[in-house]
């Protein structure tokens, strides 16, 4: 398996020029082989994206370091109006994800779409569904559009980990919110006598669950285990992901991305955290979470990063009306939710056979897959999972796999592993990438899908717009 | 490391798809042979690590045996034959079970204390190989791992362990009486320190993975797996053994360590320790706790202090010899005889003898969120059974509903649960005072007022809302279940299931069968029990049942023995010191006088005057002056004060003054007192098994040490008979019937015994 995927991996390399050359030529064959035409449905609106736009993303800690979270999101905003040229009071709502909150800006989809110079008069609200809360962000611009509410709605999301709220310790706060309402000078005085020093330890936010207080990297590790995931497998998978996301920035593929004047600093226009290493410097480092023995690493872990991203989302008809070409059709989605403690990231697994059968799709029909790297062992697992009949039979009920997807269509312009993860940045990045890949490679159909903590996922079926 | 785990990935890949040929034929051929003749212990080679598989297929879990241990060591001649073999893993393949002890019938089997000082002697010589062995070895741990089973592990040079539930460690010896006599006295504080050994060994606590960590008892521990390409077990064993492979692999090149790196807490400690006169204090502090809590009744735990002194001050050569001779005279005792028959007692005590009833308890119903009703919804909804708690009034489910969230939230506390469970648990808590939901409910279970009247009522207001499957179980204490059942539509579905206090901690439940109960009505009622994790006795139908029953004359004796004017403390010390772990005085304060007096009035109509003795007025007057035990404050003691020593109640003592009887000197010395209260006990509980109320001695024994703590030393009432002698507890008692009349005529069944010495209860 493991040499395989780099054999694959290497020829791709060589081969990059011709193998597209190949696809494009056979992309007709391809479009009468699939199982439908198309996924439009009768008496139901076909939604659009219109146009997708992310800031670059950066390792936490960089140059976004000094920034507050809505101005990330305000950059993205921006970038979309700026690109698309969309008249502000044409915007009849906006929905943005975030995972962990700025408490000054709960509802950080107002802020920034104030900020960006949006219409006062448009409503926004904040969604969070952990790494899947633009997901949630777009399918509800999706659902507000279906159900007649909207004609165009910006979603997007934002994750800003270079400041996060740590709080003072729970007798701390306690004692500081009764100091509020101590009336005399002796109250108060008792009040701050009674501070120890155990109240003044920081309580900080982990990448933790709450329902089983399992770090996710610890039960990536668990989850590799448990399908047989080697070391090297991983190491491979997340050279691939680099290897792949350089080649894509070298080439100028990621066209999603918008330059954003940081301000007292220079224009950042790319990723940072794309290093296409060495399996031999990545065999080097030791297991992040499970010590000694276990096989997820800082290499082939996704990373904390800066970063925010926006859609355009609309019915087809107003879109065309206003004089827009639309990128892609976003069909069906689902969500689906299962164990958090043994299952946490086998989202894609779960969501994939279940959206083909709503969309009446087979795996062979889908021409681009974009999943969620979370860690590189998840991936792995992932994809075990789905070819995997013992996994359909007794953990999803079902007949039988569903299959896995076929490397040389999967997450073929880097993933989050390379590109990072700005956990409610990635799910719009995904949905604009494959609109973007169809484009590139001529395909009809794409398929996204993504795991989030909490033991979620969703995956969505995206139809190319004819050209 | 990391490197060399992806290199062993490869290789170990390579190795399963090509087969070997050249040397390794000639390997694999041997170990297959091996296959061929082993029973208990196998081998197969992967690379240079000799992974020792141990399975006994006569069991549910894997025990020391002398098959086993042979075999064991035919394997390590042969592995430590090999020159081509760098370091071996011992791992077991039955599902859950590392090694849970050694052989209690090979114990039982043994004749005198030196066939089992043989035993113990040819244990420490084994383990001594494995500790010598040339090659590292690794013991990897998934399931229990007791007694003999953690000895045969410390004496591997290393152990990694899963972090399943199943996982235990611990030395339970001295619970059955016993030492560990395979070196775990004298390996144990070389590895643990002298502190944490001897609570190790003298409490047989359970120690959970990660805590064995911290201690140094195992080196590393391994993830429990989710559901990958295979089950969860068999993904996890797989992934202990790949893990532990790579260990073996890593100490055969010496790029792991055996050494313990030492804290400074660590050699501070080992500084001080190695002062003799602070091991001195050390052993003579532990000594008296030990005296304080046993009252000198158990010998174990003070040979086991004897072995770990003598192989700490004289060397383990001295220290082995002296563990295997104490070992042979403790397996020989009488006291470890009673306490393996009380293990193998709680172990039949834990099965369905009825079948498997035709549904399943989804939804549970009680009646009353007392702190009867609200402990049982407690012990229910940890185990994920839906329970509606329903009381009268909204002020008592508030009480029942904080009593069973404080109950869960100590655990989290103490961290044996996490609050996410605890807030799940709770969630599966319905607090209500009406019937909605009842029409759901698989089994109702009341714990209203001990009022026939009361009953009747509650029971056809529930018949009228509950569907036609639904059972009815009293939580009555003494109420007979006919009559309980004689209000009801459907006598087959009522039964009796008879809790004790405090719920949470008691492990025993009593089941109460009319002749008119149905066969699945009980196997449903029993089967509820065992997921509420009980201990379970099944008995007939008849005032008191068997445990009231038993407790009834022993109160009545005890108030007259009181009567007599021995004080209620002097009276709590003779109990105690004759193993039962409550003074009665004191058991009557936390069970309530009410309560007493209630029983022993009733139990007085029933059965006349042999359940007679103290005067029943004597109850009802501390009553009456509001000394209902510790629910009032006010009992035999007082219980306001947070005071060490319990003051007793001067209100009391003037009551017990009204009540004065002269003692009988010839049946009023200490021990006269003790056979006095025991004997109408014993007599009571033989006199259950003559009627039927018992279905056989082993239920008897479990019922009275568990539900009413009746000392384990003995064993239970049957027991006791048997090692004491029904001929010398038949004399006892005709020596008091001719003071005090029926109350000591022996029974029927017990003056068989006596006539016949051959005829025990248990074979």
Redesign the interface.
């Known amino acids: 398996m493991a040499t395989m995927l780099l054999k694959s991996f290497r020829s791709n390399l060589v081969n990059f020029r011709a193998y597209q050359f190949a696809l494009i030529t056979t992309c007709l064959v391809l479009l009468t082989a699939k199982s439908k035409k198309t996924l439009a449905k009768p008496g139901v609106k076909n939604v659009v994206l219109v146009e997708g736009v992310r800031t670059p993303f950066l390792q936490s800690g960089t140059t976004y370091a000094d920034l507050m979270p809505h101005d990330l999101a305000r950059a993205a905003l921006q970038g979309l109006l700026h690109r698309t040229g969309f008249p502000k009071e044409a915007v009849d709502y906006i929905v943005y994800g975030t995972v962990i909150q700025e408490v000054k800006t709960s509802n950080v989809a107002r802020e920034a779409a104030l900020g960006a110079g949006f219409s006062d008069r448009t409503p926004a609200h904040t969604v969070t569904m952990a790494c899947i809360s633009s997901n949630q962000a777009m399918t509800t611009a999706v659902g507000l559009i279906a159900a007649g509410q909207c004609d165009a709605v910006v979603a997007g999301g934002v994750e800003f980990m270079s400041d996060v709220p740590i709080r003072h310790s729970r007798k701390m706060r306690k004692t500081m919110l009764s100091l509020n309402k101590a009336k005399t000078l002796g109250a108060r005085l008792s009040l701050l006598g009674s501070i120890r020093l155990a109240h003044l330890s920081p309580e900080l936010p982990a990448v933790a669950e ?4 399992e770090t996710m990297g ?1 039960s990536a ?3 590799a ?4 995931v ?3 497998e991983q ?1 491979e998978f997340a050279l691939r992901s680099h290897t792949l996301a350089k080649k894509a920035q070298d080439e100028g593929l990621l066209s999603d991305i918008v330059g954003f004047k940081v301000p007292g600093k220079d224009i950042v226009s790319k990723d940072n955290g794309i290093r296409p290493s060495t399996m031999e410097q990545m ?5 992040a979470f ?1 010590k ?2 276990g ?1 997820v ?1 800082a290499a082939n872990s996704s990373y904390l990063t800066d970063g925010a991203s926006a859609v355009l989302i609309m019915s087809e008809e107003k879109a065309l009306a206003m004089g827009y070409k639309p990128k892609a059709y976003l069909r069906d989605f689902v969500y689906v939710s299962q ?1 958090p ?3 946490l990231l086998l989202g894609p697994t779960y969501a994939t056979p279940k959206v083909l059968e709503r969309s009446g799709l087979t795996l062979a029909d889908i021409d681009v897959f974009e999943f969620h790297e979370a860690f590189a062992g998840q991936i792995l ?1 992932n994809l ?2 789905m070819e ?1 009949d ?2 359909a039979q ?2 999803m009920g079902r007949k039988a796999k569903v299959g896995a997807p076929p490397l040389d269509k999967f997450n073929m312009w880097g993933g989050s592993l390379s590109l990072g993860h700005p956990f409610a940045a990635t799910g719009c990045r995904l949905v604009t990438t494959v609109a973007h890949r169809l484009k590139k490679e001529g395909g009809q159909y794409g398929l996204v899908a993504a795991c989030a903590a909490g033991g979620q996922g969703h995956a969505m079926v995206i139809e190319a717009y004819p050209q | ?3 060399v ?2 290199a062993g ?2 290789i170990r890949s390579a190795a399963s798809r090509y087969p070997h040929f050249s040397v390794n034929g000639r390997r694999n051929f041997s170990a297959s042979s091996a296959l061929l003749a082993r029973t208990y212990v196998n081998y197969e080679l992967k690379d240079d690590v000799a992974v020792i598989k141990i399975n006994d297929p006569s069991g549910r879990v894997n025990t020391l045996t002398k098959m086993m241990e042979s075999e064991m060591m035919e394997v390590l001649y042969e592995v430590w034959g090999n020159g081509a073999v760098k370091s071996a893993v011992v791992i077991s393949t039955k599902p859950g079970s590392f090694i849970a002890g050694a052989d209690l019938n090979m114990i039982k089997a043994c004749k005198s204390a030196e066939e089992v000082s043989g035993l113990s002697r040819d244990g420490q010589k084994m383990f001594e190989k494995i500790e010598n062995s040339p090659i590292p070895i690794v013991a990897a741990i998934n399931g229990p791992c007791l007694g003999g089973g953690l000895e045969f592990a410390i004496a591997c040079q290393y152990r990694v362990a899963t972090k399943s539930k199943k996982t235990v460690l611990a030395c339970p010896e001295v619970l059955l009486g016993l030492l560990p006599g395979a070196g775990g006295t004298q390996r144990l504080p070389k590895m643990l320190g002298l502190p944490a050994a001897l609570d190790m060994v003298l409490t047989g606590r359970s120690i959970r993975p990660d805590k064995a960590k911290k201690m140094g008892l195992i080196h ?1 521990v ?11 077990e068999a ?1 996890t064993m797989k ?1 202990l053994e790949e ?1 532990a492979v ?2 073996a692999k890593d100490l055969a090149k010496k790029k792991i360590s055996l050494e313990k790196k030492k804290g400074l807490m660590q050699k501070l400690q080992d500084s001080v320790l190695g002062l003799s006169f602070v091991r001195k204090q050390i052993y003579n502090t532990v000594q008296k706790k030990v005296m304080k809590q046993t009252k000198g009744l158990y010998p174990a735990p003070l040979k086991i202090i004897e072995c770990v002194q003598t192989g700490i001050e004289k060397g383990s050569a001295e220290g082995y010899k002296v563990e295997s001779e104490h070992f042979g005279k403790l397996a020989m005792s009488s006291e470890s005889n009673a306490l393996i028959g009380l293990y193998q007692g709680q172990v039949a005590c834990k099965k369905n003898n009825f079948g498997k009833p035709e549904k399943d308890v989804k939804k549970l119903a009680i009646l009353g969120a007392g702190l009867m009703g609200a402990g049982i919804a407690q012990v229910s909804v940890d185990k994920g059974i839906s329970t509606i708690l329903k009381d009268t009034v909204t002020e008592g489910v508030v009480r029942g509903y904080n009593q069973v969230y404080k109950g869960m939230n100590d655990k989290v506390k103490k961290k044996s649960m ?1 609050s ?1 469970e605890r807030d799940t648990n709770m969630s599966f808590l319905s607090g209500q005072i009406d019937y909605s939901g009842f029409q759901n409910a698989d089994i109702v279970i009341e714990a209203v007022f001990e009022d026939l009247s009361i009953k009747h009522k509650v029971l056809k207001e529930v018949e009228a809302v509950i569907s036609p499957h639904c059972i009815f179980a009293s939580n009555t204490s003494a109420l007979p279940i006919k009559d309980i059942a004689a209000a009801s539509k459907r006598p087959d579905k009522v039964i009796g299931m008879h809790y004790f206090s405090p719920v949470d901690k008691m492990q025993l439940l009593e089941i109460i069968t009319t002749d008119k109960t149905s066969k699945d009505t009980t196997a449903t009622a029993v089967a509820l029990g065992l997921k509420q994790g009980k201990l379970i006795i099944v008995v007939g139908d008849g005032p008191g049942f068997y445990t009231t029953r038993c407790l009834g004359p022993t109160l009545s004796e005890a108030v007259r023995v009181l009567q007599e004017g021995v004080t209620p403390k002097k009276l709590d010390s003779l109990t105690t010191s004759f193993g039962f772990p409550v003074g009665l005085t004191a058991l009557i304060d936390e069970v309530g006088v009410d309560v007493a007096a209630h029983v022993a009035e009733d139990l007085g109509k029933a059965f006349g005057p042999r359940f007679g003795g103290g005067n029943p007025e004597l109850l009802k007057t501390m009553v009456q002056k509001g000394f209902k035990g510790r629910k009032t404050g006010k009992g035999w003691y007082i219980y306001a004060s947070k005071k060490k020593e319990k003051q007793l109640n001067s209100g009391a003592e003037e009551v017990l003054k009204a009540f004065k009887l002269t003692a009988p000197p010839a049946v009023s010395g200490d021990e006269d007192v003790q056979y006095r209260l025991t004997s109408r006990f014993v007599n009571e509980a033989v006199l259950c098994l003559q009627e039927g109320i018992l279905a056989d001695p082993i239920q008897g024994d479990i019922g009275a040490v568990f539900g009413l703590g009746f000392p384990p030393c003995l064993g239970g009432p049957f027991r006791f008979v048997d090692s004491f002698g029904a001929d010398k507890l038949v004399q006892k008692m005709k020596r008091y019937e001719d003071v005090y009349g029926i109350q000591f005529t022996p029974c029927q069944l017990l003056l068989d015994y006596a006539k016949d010495p051959s005829k025990k209860f248990h074979k």
């Open positions: 709450f329902s089983t207080a610890h590790d668990r989850l285990a448990a399908f047989g080697s070391r090297q190491d065999a080097k480092l030791k297991p499970v000694p023995h096989t690493t164990d403690k043994d299952q697992a075990k999972a995997s013992w996994f007794n953990c | 490391m990391a490197s785990r992806a990935t490869l590393h391994v993830d429990q797996l989710g559901p990958g390409l295979n089950d969860p993904s992934y893990v790579g260990v996490t996410f």
